[in-house]
C-alpha cells in the first residue's frame, strides 16, 4: 500500500509546513541518519525519487537546499551525486541546468571547489572511458545571443602569492596507438561589418631570469615527411595584405640573432631557402 503525508491546505494564507528531521545527539552520541530510497524493481523500472519545490505566483520560486554538514576532527561530509549503472542499456546523465527567464538574467551555474588551509581543493572534468568505442568528449561552449554579443570564455590560473609560483596553461590532445593523433586547433570567429579577432601568443617577462621562451615546432616523423611550419599573413580583395615581421629582440649587451637554416638531410639534398619579393 502506499502512504501519502500532506500538510493542510489553506483558502486564504499559507499552507502547512513539513519538517522531516532526526533530533540532536546528546552529549555524547550521533545524530541520526536520514534516508529516502525508492524499492528495487523484480520485473519493470524501478520507482523515482522527486524532490521539487512549488512554482510561486507574485513570488520567488523555492529554493532546494542540499548542505553537508562541517566536521571538526574528521573531514566534511562527502557531497555524492551519481547516475545509475546499466548493463544492457546507457547509463543514466547527469544533468544540472540552471533556469531561464523571460523577463531578465538567466540564472548562473556556480561548481567551485572548497578553499583549504594547506591545499585548495582540486577539480576535474573528465569524459567517460570506453571499452569498444570512442571516450566521451567534453564541450564547453558560451551562451549564443540573438540580439547582441555571446558570452566570453576565459581560460586562466590564478596569480601567485607573494612567494609562490603561477599555476600552468596545458593544452594537448592524447596520443594514438592506431591512427591519426587528435589535432589541437586554435582560432577566433569571422566578423560581418567589423575586424576579424585577433590571436595574441605572449610570453611573459622576467625581472632575474631571463625572460620565457616562445617555442613553435612541427612534429617529427620517422615514416614520412616531418610536418610542415607555416607563417602566412591575410591577403584583402580590397586593401593592402597584411604584414609578416619577424624580429630579433634588442638587448643592453648584445642583440638577438636571427638563424634561417634549410634542414640537414642524410640521404638527399639538404633543404633550401627561398627569399622572394
Known sequence: GSIGIETGHSTGTDSGSLTLATSNAGSSGVSGDVSMSSGTSSAGNSGSLSLSSGNAAGGTGGAISVNVGTGDTGIGGNLDMTAGDSSG?????VSITSGSSSSGDGGQVSIEAGSG???????SILGGDSTTSTGGSIGIETG???GTDSGSLTLATSNAGSSGVSGDVSMSSGTSSAGN??????SSGNAAGGTGGAISVNVGTGDTGIGGNLDMTAGDSSGDDGGQVSITSGSSSSGDGGQV???AGSGSVLGGSMSILGGDSTTSTGGSIGIET
Open 181 to 186: 593523433s587528435g589535432s589541437l586547433s586554435l
Open 117 to 123: 588551509s594547506v591545499l585548495g581543493g582540486s577539480m
Open 144 to 146: 549564443h545571443s540573438t
Open 89 to 93: 542499456d546507457d547509463g543514466g546523465q
Open 245 to 247: 615581421s619577424i624580429e
